[in-house]
Each structure stands twice: as structure tokens, then as C-alpha cells.
């Protein structure tokens, strides 16, 4: 199966940058499968699980409300990788971020042609 690994985690002040990426830990492995689209969410302490921005295959992108004109996902479709440009952060954007993908794959069963993978979460702290 595939398994994703986020990095670019840390502590950033308010106002500044900051970038995440994730790509598959066997690119091998990953490239038996076709990549949908890509994504990163985010969770803070006390709070649910919410859509930062998605990356389909296409190219085309949806973003949380939250982050719109601040935050630009982009992919690498040659390393089935993506990445989180994050400016003009406030401490509302700290979070644990996760990185999404969402593959297909051929099955007689229709129910197993597409699964969805978790990265472990990357730990983002905005400080005022």
C-alpha cells in the first residue's frame, strides 16, 4: 500500500511563511496506482478536521475559505508529490496539516477502485 510522508513542519511568527510537502515514501509502489488528486486538511486542537486545498491530476485546485489568496497548493506529477505555500500566517493556522491522496485502481469489485491516503500530520504553530 502506499504510505505519504509530510515534511516542513515547524514554528513560524505571524505574517511570515512557510511551506509543506508530502510525497509518497515508495514512489515505486505509488506509481502502480493513478493519483486522483491531492490534498492537505488540518486540524486544530478542539476543532474538526477541515479542508485546506486540494490538486487534482487536471491541475485544478479548490481552497478553504480560510485560506483562500493566502495559501497555493502545486504538485509535482513526476514525483506524485505535493506541495503547501503558506503566507501572511496568523495564529489561527496553527494546526497539525495532513497530507491527502486519493488513488484508483483496477478491481472487479467496484467498491475497491479508489482509496484514500493519510499522512501522519505535520504540527504547524503560528506564534503572535
Known amino acids: 500500500q502506499v504510505q505519504l510522508v509530510e515534511s516542513g513542519g515547524g514554528s513560524v511568527q505571524a505574517g511570515g511563511s512557510h511551506a509543506l510537502s508530502c510525497a509518497p515514501s515508495?514512489?515505486?509502489?505509488?506509481?502502480?496506482?493513478?493519483?486522483?488528486?491531492m490534498g492537505w486538511y488540518r486540524q486544530a486542537t478542539g476543532k474538526q478536521r477541515e479542508l485546506v486545498a486540494i490538486i487534482t491530476a487536471g491541475d485544478n485546485t479548490v481552497y478553504g475559505d480560510s485560506v483562500k489568496g493566502r495559501f497555493t497548493i502545486s504538485r509535482d506529477s513526476a514525483k506524485n508529490s505535493v506541495s503547501l505555500r503558506m503566507n501572511r500566517l496568523t495564529p489561527e493556522d496553527t494546526a497539525v496539516y495532513y497530507c491527502?491522496?486519493?488513488?484508483?485502481?483496477?478491481?472487479?469489485?467496484?467498491?475497491?477502485?479508489?482509496?484514500?491516503?493519510w499522512g501522519q500530520g505535520t504540527l504547524v504553530t503560528v506564534s503572535s
Open positions: 515508495d514512489p515505486t509502489s505509488a506509481a502502480l496506482f493513478a493519483l486522483n488528486a
Open positions: 491527502k491522496a486519493d488513488y484508483a485502481r483496477s478491481s472487479p469489485f467496484p467498491q475497491d477502485r479508489h482509496f484514500e491516503v
